[in-house]
């Protein structure tokens, strides 16, 4: 077992035959029941996979996940949902497991059955307790497009937590990404770990947007099974809300065509949502991504992108600022040095961008988002996917 | 005067010096009041042009509009407000009008000031009345990253109907477009004129995106001089509808990068508000439009895109149905032979997606989107746009 794996998780992975050569079947399972907490996409085309694993997560206990990548079983009538409500049996019956205690997660292409018969030849030859608890090997087994693996460790207290997550495109998590699964041995009640999950969640992955499209097959679990006994819970709150920022970021940089990771922080709002809502109009706009892309220090399309939350009519011009970097570019008019010294900013990896909302101190709310730039590399990777 | 011009407007064209060497100066002007209805940009960094023309439109009387290109005198601050009012006074001056019955419209670059040296020799160059109606000049001198002048002319008894428009990125308009103008001699009555006018922008104008970013400075006015005398309102409201629907299908195509004007149809919803909100999600989801810019039919990105209305419960997957051009794709799997009716149609320079959402033959609103696909042009064109 990976040393720094938590405890009593062990991970199957392998090639079911869904996808082509690469590995596309995981399955991630406690050897104990664990407290759980998932949030899913609210696509109104949201998958069985998704209603199942809804379902699963009611009573917030779980052993663990199968994993399908290649393959959204998304759309395919009620023949669909039997096909996942069969894997899921099948693999709760592997590991000793009620069906409702296990979830299901698949990824990939619309609108087509899963190949059952593959499928079932690939469960039946699953044998529990699995050998291991490769992380690294199951990051590998949930990618569809996504060019790099995505996990993360870290230790709070005596316990050990691990993150894995795919997706690079079809990305605007609403109340989830793609895939993201977390497993601990901490010690943490399933209602705290419901709580502290879903504030995690808020501040992470619902603040990535990669290209304003929003899956249907969008899972995040967290799989708390306590054997390594209690942990502080603030700090348990802060190193899982760390290890999904890093996940986050992952993401955005290896966004499809991606070259760039840009953070928008909007400071001095009303409120969260407030905040929330520009970072996003920002993060979102193609013509600051494209911007971005070309190192263009084109400071009034991040104003146009503000002036897009029309509705939040107390956001007023001459109150807001604009930054790059730490250079500000609005109000006022910047020279050629300061430009200068904005389009050299743009040229790193990582840009970030600053809006304040002069709400004044007493509202000073806050929001970061995460995204990437737009590049004809997503053009050229989204115009031939399919078929 | 251009003999499908209508009576009594005039037209002065020309070259101020705030582009380059291109025409980027145009006052549109009724040589007798006219009855005026204007619908503007909700962006809430619209700047002093679009604020001036909404005070000007309220008594729903005007004489006409100056339009300068290349700069929108956006986020310029109290200094840009003056440069628009003086400009719009020395104008007014030269036409002999109130200044508050000229209109002012700009677009172009955010964040600069106007070049008011050369501006002010400009105007004071104007002589009234101006020698000719050429609107086809001014059609010309209204654009900035346009490849195309647009505009259309019809006939509704015996007026006379012109409608000029400019834009290509950084729209999707809210309540207009970047900029259009219509000039009628039809006589409508102000108050008939505006209920008209917000009816056909709502079912042209605002059902059209090219990539979802709206700009400071959307502005559409409808001058109705009423010399050609009265006309059948039920023919002109579908007269004036189709010059509309004409430019705003003049507009996708010539979309920034864009190689096809996709139509989005949306039947069987709810109501009308919810067939729009369905057929703009799909219209502006770069998955969409990367698909059918790739020839794809990849028909599971529209079941996405339509799952992104995430609150209209009421959509449920089992009785969408969706198409493309007259293929239907969903629900039921598509064989190779459909399949390649459907490429076929997406390599077409208009490509038409419906989609149903089967609330029934009693509610059976309906809405049309119409925009474009997404290139690897699109990307080039705005990595490098502005300084």
Same mark, same amino acid.
């Given at each position: 077992?990976?040393?720094?794996?938590?405890?009593?998780?062990?991970?199957?992975?392998?090639?079911?035959?869904?996808?082509?050569?690469?590995?596309?079947?995981?399955?991630?399972?406690?050897?104990?029941?664990?407290?759980?907490?998932?949030?899913?996409?609210?696509?109104?085309?949201?998958?069985?996979?998704?209603?199942?694993?809804?379902?699963?997560?009611?009573?917030?206990?779980?052993?663990?996940?199968?994993?399908?990548?290649?393959?959204?079983?998304?759309?395919?009538?009620?023949?669909?949902?039997?096909?996942?409500?069969?894997?899921?049996?099948?693999?709760?019956?592997?590991?000793?497991?009620?069906?409702?205690?296990?979830?299901?997660?698949?990824?990939? *292409?619309?609108?087509?059955?899963?190949?059952?018969?593959?499928?079932?030849?690939?469960?039946?030859?699953?044998?529990?307790?699995?050998?291991?608890?490769?992380?690294?090997?199951?990051?590998?087994?949930?990618?569809?497009? /996504?060019?790099?693996?995505?996990?993360?460790?870290?230790?709070?207290?005596?316990?050990?937590?691990?993150?894995?997550?795919?997706?690079?495109?079809?990305?605007?998590? /609403?109340?989830?990404?793609?895939?993201?699964?977390?497993?601990?041995?901490?010690?943490?009640?399933?209602?705290?770990?419901? @709580?502290?999950?879903?504030?995690?969640? /808020?501040?992470?992955?619902?603040?990535?947007?990669?290209?304003?499209?929003?899956?249907?097959?969008?899972?995040?679990?967290?799989?708390?099974?306590?054997?390594?006994?209690?942990?502080?819970?603030?700090?348990?709150?802060?190193?899982?809300?760390?290890?999904? *920022?890093? *996940?986050?970021? @992952?993401?955005?940089?290896?966004?499809?065509?991606?070259?760039?990771?840009?953070?928008?922080?909007?400071?001095?709002?009303?409120?969260?949502?407030?905040?929330?809502?520009?970072?996003?109009?920002?993060?979102?706009?193609?013509?600051?991504?494209?911007?971005?892309?070309?190192?263009?220090?084109?400071?009034?399309?991040?104003?146009?992108?503000?002036?897009?939350?029309?509705?939040?009519?107390?956001?007023?011009?001459?109150?807001?600022?604009?930054?790059?970097?730490?250079?500000?570019?609005?109000?006022?008019?910047?020279?050629?040095?300061? *430009?200068?010294?904005?389009?050299?900013?743009?040229?790193?990896?990582?840009?970030?961008?600053?809006?304040?909302?002069?709400?004044?101190?007493?509202?000073?709310?806050?929001?970061?988002?995460?995204?990437? @730039?737009?590049?004809?590399?997503?053009?050229?990777?989204?115009?031939?996917?399919?078929?």
């Amino acid at each position: 077992m990976h040393s720094s794996s938590p405890q009593g998780f062990l991970v199957h992975h392998g090639r079911a035959g869904i996808k082509d050569a690469r590995p596309d079947f995981a399955v991630i399972a406690s050897e104990v029941y664990a407290a759980t907490s998932a949030v899913f996409t609210r696509s109104r085309f949201a998958g069985p996979s998704v209603q199942i694993s809804r379902e699963a997560v009611a009573d917030r206990i779980a052993r663990g996940v199968v994993v399908l990548s290649g393959n959204a079983n998304v759309a395919t009538g009620a023949g669909g949902r039997q096909d996942a409500e069969e894997i899921r049996r099948q693999v709760a019956e592997a590991i000793g497991a009620d069906p409702n205690d296990v979830l299901i997660a698949s990824t990939g *292409l619309i609108g087509h059955r899963y190949p059952m018969p593959l499928v079932r030849r690939h469960v039946a030859s699953l044998r529990w307790p699995f050998p291991g608890a490769d992380f690294d090997a199951a990051a590998i087994a949930i990618m569809t497009t /996504d060019t790099q693996p995505k996990i993360r460790r870290a230790r709070c207290g005596g316990a050990t937590l691990v993150g894995i997550a795919k997706g690079v495109g079809m990305m605007e998590p /609403d109340m989830a990404t793609l895939l993201t699964f977390f497993c601990t041995d901490a010690e943490v009640g399933p209602v705290v770990l419901d @709580d502290i999950f879903r504030r995690v969640m /808020d501040r992470t992955f619902n603040a990535l947007s990669i290209d304003t499209d929003t899956s249907t097959s969008d899972t995040a679990a967290v799989f708390a099974n306590g054997l390594a006994g209690p942990v502080d819970l603030m700090e348990f709150e802060r190193t899982l809300g760390a290890i999904a *920022l890093d *996940l986050v970021k @992952d993401i955005a940089r290896d966004g499809e065509g991606a070259t760039k990771l840009i953070e928008v922080r909007v400071t001095g709002a009303r409120d969260v949502a407030q905040a929330k809502r520009v970072a996003k109009a920002v993060v979102n706009s193609p013509l600051v991504k494209t911007a971005v892309h070309g190192a263009d220090p084109n400071w009034g399309r991040v104003a146009m992108a503000v002036g897009k939350c029309q509705d939040d009519l107390d956001i007023a011009p001459e109150r807001v600022t604009i930054g790059f970097g730490g250079q500000e570019v609005y109000p006022g008019s910047p020279g050629p040095e300061e *430009l200068a010294r904005v389009a050299e900013h743009l040229k790193q990896a990582e840009v970030g961008l600053r809006v304040d909302l002069g709400a004044g101190p007493h509202s000073a709310a806050e929001f970061t988002a995460y995204g990437c @730039d737009l590049t004809e590399g997503y053009v050229r990777l989204n115009a031939d996917y399919s078929t």
